[in-house]
C-alpha cells in the first residue's frame, strides 16, 4: 500500500511553455502532498506544501507565481511550471503524507518527473 | 530550523561487508526520522521510519538505531550486496517538514 505515482515521468518542452507535473495517491487518501526539487548531485529541497482544497504554502525564495500548484482532491496535486526556462530544468519529486493514529507523519515519494527545458 | 547532516558523503566497501551510515539533526524534537534509498534518476524508496519512543527500527539486513538525545541517527547495513548500491538519504521533521541531509553515495563493489 501506500503508493504515489507522478506522470510523466520525464517531459522536454521548450523555453517558454508551461509544464504540468501531475502527483496522485493511489491507494489512500492524502490531505496533505509535497512536492520536492532536485539539482544533480544534491538532496531534495521541499518547494511548497499542499493542502486539500486550500492554497499551498511556498518555501521562501520559491515563486508561487511561476510554480502553480494545484490539489483539488484527497488523491490529486499538480504542479504547473509556467513559462519553462532552462534554469527550471530539474527532478520534481511529489509526496503524500498518511496520517495515523499515533502522531506519524510519514512521507510517502513518488517516482520524480524529470523536466529538461530546452 | 532543523538541519540535517550525514557523513560519509560516499562510502565504497567489498561486497560482504557490514558498514554503517551516519544522520545527525540539529532540532532533537522530532516524533520520528526516515531513511530512504534513491537510485540514479529514480524516486525515493522509505526504507525505515523509526519512532521517537523507539530506539531501534528493523527491516531485513537494515537496522536504524535513534538517538534522540544526541540528535544521531545511525543506519546498519548487514552483508552488503551489489544491489545495495545506491545513494542513502535520512530525514528528519521540522513542523510539518521533512528536511534531508545531502546523503550518503554507497557502492558496494562485487
Known amino acids: 500500500g501506500a503508493v504515489v505515482s507522478q506522470h510523466p515521468s520525464w517531459v522536454i518542452c521548450k523555453s517558454g511553455t508551461s509544464v504540468k507535473i501531475e502527483c496522485r495517491s493511489l491507494d489512500f487518501q492524502a490531505t496533505t502532498m509535497f512536492w520536492y526539487r532536485q539539482f544533480p548531485k544534491q538532496s531534495l529541497m521541499l518547494m511548497a506544501t499542499?493542502?486539500?482544497?486550500?492554497?499551498?504554502?511556498?518555501e521562501q525564495g520559491v515563486e508561487k507565481d511561476k510554480f502553480l500548484i494545484n490539489h483539488a482532491s484527497l488523491t490529486l496535486s499538480t504542479l504547473t511550471v509556467t513559462s519553462a526556462h532552462p534554469e527550471d530544468s530539474s527532478f520534481y519529486i511529489c509526496s503524500a503524507r498518511v496520517f495515523r493514529i499515533p502522531q506519524n507523519n510519514e512521507q510517502f515519494f513518488g517516482p520524480g518527473t524529470r523536466l529538461t527545458v530546452l | 530550523k532543523q538541519e540535517v547532516t550525514q557523513i560519509p558523503a560516499a562510502l565504497s566497501v567489498p561486497e560482504g561487508e557490514n558498514l554503517v551510515l551516519n544522520c545527525s539533526f540539529t532540532?532533537?524534537?522530532?516524533?520520528?526520522l526516515q531513511w530512504f534509498r534513491q537510485d540514479p534518476g529514480k524516486g525515493l524508496t522509505s526504507l525505515l521510519l523509526?519512532?521517537?519512543?523507539?530506539r531501534e527500527q528493523t527491516s531485513g539486513r537494515l537496522n536504524a538505531s535513534l538517538d534522540k538525545s544526541s540528535g544521531r541517527s545511525t543506519l546498519y547495513i548487514a552483508a552488503s550486496q551489489p544491489g545495495d548500491s545506491a545513494t542513502y538519504l535520512c530525514?528528519?521533521?521540522?513542523?510539518?517538514?521533512?528536511?534531508f541531509g545531502e546523503g550518503t553515495q554507497l557502492t558496494v563493489n562485487p
Open positions: 532540532d532533537s524534537a522530532i516524533y520520528n
Open positions: 523509526i519512532q521517537s519512543s523507539q
Open positions: 530525514a528528519a521533521p521540522s513542523g510539518s517538514r521533512l528536511t
Open positions: 499542499s493542502n486539500e482544497g486550500s492554497k499551498a504554502t511556498y
